[in-house]
């Protein structure tokens, strides 16, 4: 059973950066896979903040506004989000999700906190 771990959340500043990563836990895993990474706040739904398809083709929530951006490694097994000018509104527990071909992982998500 493959396993997704998230790394590179924690405590920052408004207006600062911080950059996660979602590693697979099999070699050569992810290529044939579309990345994603979801956010959940408190008392909020997950929402999806970004993908990234096979071909390096990337979508972003309307919320990112041009702050984060979402890349892949696939010789790393390795979904990463660079995010920055971050704002509080972006505290949120987030997730990677890859998945395709009636696969479906998700990973145990990474907190994020953005002080005021």
């Known amino acids: 059973q493959v396993q997704f771990v998230e790394s590179g959340g924690g405590l920052v500043q408004n207006g600062g950066s911080l950059s996660l990563s979602c590693a697979a836990s099999r070699s050569s895993f992810i290529s044939r896979y579309t990345g994603e990474w979801y956010r959940q706040a408190p008392g909020k739904q997950r929402e999806l903040v970004a993908s990234?398809?096979?071909?390096?083709?990337?979508k972003y929530a309307a919320s990112t506004d041009g702050r984060f951006a979402i890349s892949r490694d696939n010789a790393k097994n390795t979904i990463y989000l660079q995010m920055s000018r971050l704002k509080s509104e972006d505290t949120a527990v987030y997730y990677c999700r890859v998945w395709g071909f009636g696969d479906d992982y998700w990973g145990q998500g990474t907190q994020v906190t953005v002080s005021s």
């Open positions: 990234i398809d096979t071909r390096g083709g990337t």
